[in-house]
T-cell receptor
Framework: NAGVTQTPKFQVLKTGQSMTLQCAQD?????MYWYRQDPGMGLRLIYY???????DKGEVPNGYNVSRLNKREFSLRLESAAPSQTSVYFC??????????????FGPGTRLTVL | GNSVTQMEGPVTLSEEAFLTINCTYT??????LFWYVQYPGEGLQLLLK?????DKGSNKGFEATYRKETTSFHLEKGSVQVSDSAVYFC????????????FGDGTTLTVKP
């Protein structure tokens, strides 16, 4: 049981390049999330998906797109990377609340630098 | 909307000192409350949770009590260790809307030997 996995762990891009961050969970969770974490800014929600086939914008969606490929996988795409997107990106998942608290399970993160 | 306000850091303590990190929240209805911990270079992991008023969550010597009357969920530990050095996040989930959570800004704890 791997939990939430993310690839790659590290990435360096040049301004204008594109890339896709991959996330997968093996806990049969309905909901998945993408966050970015910047120093002094806490966690900011980029996009989320309540179920397979649905996605919604979070707090900071500009410059990103997402795909919920199936129940397990939720990818984040940067179409034209900018230095302001240098950050640590976390994927998370949770079960839709069933009376057991709804905590989120996080992946180990992708450390992205845009030059 | 929902919000979480937690004690600003950083916090520096000596080993075996008492720890309190304050957390207050604003939410409609009956949210679930969480403390997450993030060790250097890692993702967040759940430390403890409470799902209803007056519940006490506890784990690894840490405790927090869900206080609806003061809308608080303060984290405490009686005797911290160097290994407790990490960033601590308070969070709530209102149990609707795709299970979205609202996180505080995090408090960095450093414990010195």
């Amino acid at each position: 049981n791997a939990g939430v996995t993310q690839t790659p762990k590290f990435q360096v891009l040049k301004t204008g390049q594109s890339m896709t961050l991959q996330c997968a969970q093996d806990m049969n969770h309905n909901s998945m999330y993408w966050y970015r974490q910047d120093p002094g800014m806490g966690l900011r929600l980029i996009y989320y998906s309540a179920s397979e086939g649905t996605t919604d914008k979070g707090e900071v969606p500009n410059g990103y797109n997402v795909s919920r490929l199936n129940k397990r996988e939720f990818s984040l795409r940067l179409e034209s990377a900018a230095p302001s997107q240098t950050s640590v990106y976390f994927c998370a998942s949770s079960a839709i609340w069933t009376g057991e608290g709804g905590e989120q399970f996080f992946g180990p993160g992708t450390r992205l630098t845009v030059l | 909307g929902n919000s979480v306000t937690q004690m600003e850091g950083p916090v520096t303590l000596s080993e075996e000192a008492f720890l309190t990190i304050n957390c207050t929240y604003t939410a409609t209805g009956y949210p679930s409350l969480f403390w997450y911990v993030q060790y250097p270079g890692e993702g967040l992991q759940l430390l403890l949770k409470a799902t209803k008023a007056d519940d006490k969550g506890s784990n690894k010597g840490f405790e927090a009590t869900y206080r609806k009357e003061t809308t608080s969920f303060h984290l405490e530990k009686g005797s911290v260790q160097v290994s407790d050095s990490a960033v601590y996040f308070c969070a709530l989930s209102d149990n609707t809307n795709a299970g979205k959570s609202t996180f505080g800004d995090g408090t960095t704890l450093t414990v010195k030997p």
